[in-house]
């Protein structure tokens, strides 16, 4: 057995800011009765904070997972506006993303404020989904591996035994929405290098940018790649079923 068949594949759907009471139901009543599909695949529903109790009554029981986009660094208190990792926990929450792009470029989130969502994250019980990735400057500068070892730093630190608690996220901030995936080999060289710098064979690497059903298989095929964070098309019941059987 390789090492690869000892980390669980994962597929993640962030919905981003996407949803209503009534297309979140129509898409459940899609995705919920495939539970075949999880015997080789952790799969997860990242919703909005307000869904998050809707999903988890859908979802109880049938080994789907739920998770948020986003914690707080605080575990409670006068912070208006900022949902703590026990609020997520209480309402079912087992995962949660944290660091992604939208959230470094829009809210000026840092790396170390990143680390800091990982412990929070940690001590209510979830698991951190850790987004990293270059912009196309980046990459084109040469500089992608530097930025990414940059933005894994302050997790890095933290400690090997945190590290394998983790879940990490490539998302080359080129791929994001744009339609343009990074080729297999590009991510799988990515992911090799955060491998190397993180010095864990265990911890499980996830593709996103643009993954769609007809990329995602061979981007899974991949030794370094253990699943995706999706976004555009976990919005597709079919699209995003079709990419988990992948
Ligand atoms: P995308 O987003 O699949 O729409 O490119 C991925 C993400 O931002 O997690």
């Known amino acids: 057995m390789g090492v690869h068949s000892l980390r669980k594949r994962m597929v993640a759907g962030n919905w981003k800011m996407n949803g209503s009471l009534q297309?979140?139901?129509?898409?459940?009543?899609?995705?919920?009765?495939?539970?075949?599909?999880?015997?080789?695949?952790?799969?997860?529903l990242c919703a909005p904070f307000v869904y998050l109790p809707?999903?988890?009554?859908?979802?109880?029981?049938?080994?789907?997972?739920?998770?948020?986009?986003?914690?707080?660094?605080?575990?409670?208190?006068?912070?208006?506006?900022?949902?703590?990792?026990?609020?997520?926990?209480d309402v079912g929450c087992r995962w949660v993303i944290v660091g992604h792009s939208e959230r470094r470029q829009y809210h000026q989130e840092s790396s170390?404020?990143?680390?800091?969502?990982?412990?929070?994250?940690?001590?209510?019980?979830?698991?951190?989904?850790?987004?990293?990735?270059?912009q196309l400057a980046?990459?084109?500068?040469?500089?992608?591996?530097?930025?990414?070892?940059?933005?894994?730093?302050?997790?890095?630190a933290l400690g090997a035994q945190i590290v394998e608690r983790v879940v990490l996220a490539y998302e080359p901030v080129w791929a994001i929405g744009t339609g343009l995936t990074?080729?297999?080999?590009?991510?799988?060289?990515?992911?090799?290098?955060?491998?190397?710098?993180?010095?864990?064979?265990v911890v499980r690497i996830l593709y996103?940018?643009?993954?769609?059903?007809?990329?995602?298989a061979e981007l899974f095929a991949m030794p370094d790649i253990d699943g995706a964070l999706v976004g555009g098309a976990s919005l597709d019941a079919q699209e995003f079923l079709r990419i988990v059987a992948a």
């Not at 170390?112 to 951190?128: D, E, I, R």
């Not at 297999?184 to 290098?193: F, K, L, Y």
């Not at 996103?208 to 995602?216: I, L, R, T």
């Open 138 to 156: 980046d990459r084109q500068a040469g500089q992608a591996v530097c930025v990414v070892h940059d933005q894994l730093d302050p997790i890095k």
């Open 208 to 216: 996103g940018g643009s993954v769609k059903a007809d990329n995602a």
């Open 54 to 89: 809707q999903l988890q009554q859908a979802m109880e029981g049938t080994g789907f997972a739920l998770g948020a986009q986003d914690v707080s660094v605080h575990a409670k208190g006068a912070y208006t506006g900022e949902v703590s990792g026990a609020m997520l926990a």
């Open 23 to 44: 297309s979140n139901r129509q898409l459940l009543d899609v995705v919920l009765p495939q539970t075949q599909l999880l015997s080789e695949c952790d799969v997860l």
């Open 182 to 201: 990074a080729t297999p080999q590009q991510a799988q060289d990515m992911h090799a290098q955060i491998r190397a710098f993180m010095g864990s064979d």
């Open 112 to 134: 170390a404020q990143v680390a800091a969502k990982v412990l929070a994250a940690l001590g209510a019980g979830l698991t951190p989904i850790v987004c990293v990735g270059e």
